[in-house]
């Protein structure tokens, strides 16, 4: 059938206009304009342990051109992130701390979460150099446990820095002052809160309650006094343990991915150090340790499609496979690369609950006076 002229620039006339009205009504409507119009830009901030997935290109695009998202996602400390009135007064639309806990923490801080899930998982783990772990292995404080890892009776290392025993004590030798291990610090960074945390149920035996905070509280904060500067992120920390060595930073607390992470970036990198370096790094897993949950929360409603992208499962492979984050189980992902299988302990069955959140905060408040 023909059309006539007339019947077909109404046609277009009326397209035009749905094309326009579709347009704006995708700008009005932000929660879906991500995924049929442009790119959807969300702000929020993130524990520096997560830096480099945020960063990686492959990431980016994926979020970009599957899911329409842009993120500007700034570092901070995953717990100043959920407390500070200076960071939540600029409106973020997603947080994305490092401890399921801090959820309850945020919503404590009259934070309105629109929805919150558990992207990907690391467990805490120490962080040293072969010559001192040796050390600590024929001290006793510490088994081989195949290649550049290790486990260590972390209570038996509390007790020794509490009682202020030397290294030269805990069979390190070259080391000057008493023992220590060094966090971030507890009030800023998921890390030391979560050190915090396991160091206070370890001493007292069990998940630590409020009603016995007050027969270990003063042990928890002699071990973080001993490790006197304590950096505001693990990223920061991380940095810093790499870049110092093994006299300036012997033992400290991070995220398994980590190392991991490091090694990835750079390959090459990674055997010049294993051929000349005089020490190399190393992870040591304590028994019990505790699993850090990377819990994306999004305070508005037009991030909560952000949740959907990261657990996707191009994403969360390439959180493994470039970056050593476990998925949301603490699973280990398909690929089997060799660095990653030679580095990481599959399975990890000792893991200590981290308290609640009101235990937490006390312990924090304990901490600060101290």
């Known amino acids: 059938m ?5 019947a077909f620039g109404i046609g277009l006339l009326a397209a035009s206009a749905a094309g326009t009205g579709g347009y ?23 524990g520096g342990e997560k830096e480099g997935f945020l960063a990686n290109a492959r990431v980016r695009s994926v979020l970009e051109r599957r899911f ?23 409106k973020p639309q997603f947080l994305w701390p490092s401890s399921s806990v801090l959820v309850d923490v945020a919503r404590s801080s009259g934070v309105k979460i629109s929805r919150d899930q558990v992207i990907f998982n690391s467990p805490i783990v120490l962080y040293s150099w072969d010559r001192i772990a040796d050390g600590l292995v024929k001290a006793g404080f510490a088994e081989p446990a195949g290649g550049p890892r290790y486990t260590v009776d972390l209570l038996k290392v509390l007790k020794a820095i509490i009682a202020g025993e030397s290294w030269e004590a805990i069979g390190v030798s070259g080391l000057f002052g008493r023992a220590r291990v060094v966090s971030t610090d507890p009030n800023k960074s998921n890390s030391g809160f979560m050190f915090a945390g ?19 509280d003063g042990d928890v904060a002699t071990v973080f006094r001993r490790m006197g500067y304590k950096p505001p992120s693990s990223g920061k920390l991380f940095d810093d343990y790499i870049a110092g060595g093994a006299g300036a930073q012997p033992l400290i607390v991070g995220y398994e991915n980590q190392l991991i992470e490091w090694v990835l970036q750079d390959a090459d990198r990674w055997k010049r150090v294993e051929a000349n370096a005089p020490s190399k790094p190393v992870i040591l897993y304590p028994k019990p340790t505790a699993f850090s949950a990377h819990p ?36 280990i992902g398909k690929a089997r690369n060799s660095l990653l299988q030679s580095r990481l302990i599959e399975r990890i069955d000792a893991v200590l609950p981290i308290p609640d959140a009101p235990v937490m ?3 924090l408040d304990r901490l600060s006076t101290a």
């Open 198 to 216: 396991l160091t206070a149920s370890l001493l007292s035996g069990d998940v630590i309650a409020l009603d016995s905070l007050g027969k270990i």
């Open 2 to 6: 023909a059309i006539s002229r007339r």
């Open 296 to 331: 994306l929360i999004s305070v508005d409603r037009s991030a909560d499609e952000l949740i959907d992208a990261l657990i996707s499962e191009s994403l969360l492979e390439l959180a493994w496979e470039e970056h050593g984050f476990r998925g949301p189980l603490g699973t």
């Open 68 to 90: 329409g998202l842009i993120l500007d996602a700034r570092r901070a400390g995953s717990v100043e992130m959920v407390r500070e009135r200076t960071l939540l007064d600029q």
């Open 24 to 46: 704006v009504y995708l700008r009005q409507h932000p929660e879906i304009a991500g995924r049929f119009g442009e790119p959807k830009r969300l702000f929020g901030f993130a």
């Open 361 to 363: 905060l006390a312990l």
